[in-house]
C-alpha cells in the first residue's frame, strides 16, 4: 500500500512569490493536516482538511492557506512569501476520528 | 491537550533496552498518550499509543503509570535505526492536530 506522498521534494522561491505544495493521502484516508517544522521551533500544526471541509488551524497568518479535493488530496499555498517561512513542510494523513496520523516524507521550502 | 515534558536527549547502547520518560501531570481523563518517533530527514512515525493500561506492538511498549501523570516508552532492544527524536503528545482520541513538543533525542552507539 502506498503511503503518503508529497511533492515536490525541494522547492525554492524567491521573497514575495507563492509557494504551493500537495499531497496525496493514503487511500481511503479523509483527513489531512499539515505541519511546519522550522528550524529551531520544531514541529506546528498549520491545518486540518476532512471531507473537503477546513477542521481546524494552527497559528498561523491567514497568507497560509490549502485546501481538500473530491478525490482527498489537498493543496497548500504560501502567498507573499517571508524568509521565516523557509522549513520542512509535512503532510499527514488518517482516517476520521482516528489517532494514528501517516506522514509524508516533506516538501523542503527555501525562501531566498 | 495537556502539556507533555521530555528529557532533551538520551543515550543508549545497541542491544540494550531503553527507557524514554514523559511527564503529562495536567492530563485528563480522556486524553490517550501517544508517541510518535522521527527519525533523521523524515516525516514522524507513529510508534503506539494508550489510555490506561500498558501496551504492546511490534516497535514498543507503553508503560502508564497508575496516576497517568507519567508514561514511558520502552524499546526492548535498541538498534542504530532506532536513533530518532521521539515525541510523547497527550490528546482525546477524536483525531485532529498533534502538538508535538520538543521531543527525546535518542542516539544509539554500537
Known amino acids: 500500500e502506498a503511503g503518503v506522498t508529497q511533492s515536490p521534494t525541494h522547492l525554492i522561491k524567491t521573497r514575495g512569490q507563492q509557494a504551493t505544495l500537495r499531497c496525496s493521502p493514503i487511500s481511503g484516508h479523509t483527513s489531512v493536516y499539515w505541519y511546519q517544522q522550522a528550524l529551531g521551533l520544531g514541529l506546528q500544526f498549520l491545518l486540518w482538511?476532512?471531507?473537503?471541509?477546513?477542521?481546524n488551524r494552527g497559528n498561523f497568518p491567514p497568507r497560509f492557506s490549502g485546501r481538500q479535493f473530491p478525490n482527498y488530496s489537498s493543496e497548500l499555498n504560501v502567498n507573499a512569501l517571508e524568509l521565516e517561512d523557509s522549513a520542512l513542510y509535512l503532510c499527514?494523513?488518517?482516517?476520521?476520528?482516528?489517532?494514528?496520523?501517516?506522514f509524508g516524507p516533506g516538501t523542503r521550502l527555501t525562501v531566498l | 491537550d495537556a502539556k507533555t515534558t521530555q528529557p532533551n536527549s538520551m543515550e543508549s547502547n545497541e542491544e540494550e533496552p531503553v527507557h524514554l520518560p514523559c511527564n503529562h501531570s495536567?492530563?485528563?481523563?480522556?486524553?490517550?498518550i501517544h508517541w510518535y518517533r522521527q527519525l533523521p530527514s523524515q516525516g514522524p512515525e507513529y510508534v503506539i499509543h494508550?489510555?490506561?493500561s500498558n501496551v504492546n506492538n511490534r516497535m514498543a511498549s507503553l508503560a502508564i503509570a497508575e496516576d497517568r501523570k507519567s508514561s514511558t516508552l520502552i524499546l526492548h532492544r535498541a538498534t542504530l535505526r532506532d536513533a530518532a527524536v521521539y515525541y510523547c503528545i497527550a490528546r482525546g482520541n477524536q483525531g485532529g492536530k498533534l502538538i508535538f513538543g520538543q521531543g527525546t533525542e535518542l542516539s544509539v552507539k554500537p
Open positions: 482538511y476532512d471531507e473537503g471541509e477546513e477542521r
Open positions: 499527514a494523513s488518517s482516517l476520521v476520528g482516528r489517532n494514528e496520523q501517516f
Open positions: 494508550g489510555l490506561t
Open positions: 495536567t492530563i485528563s481523563g480522556t486524553d490517550y
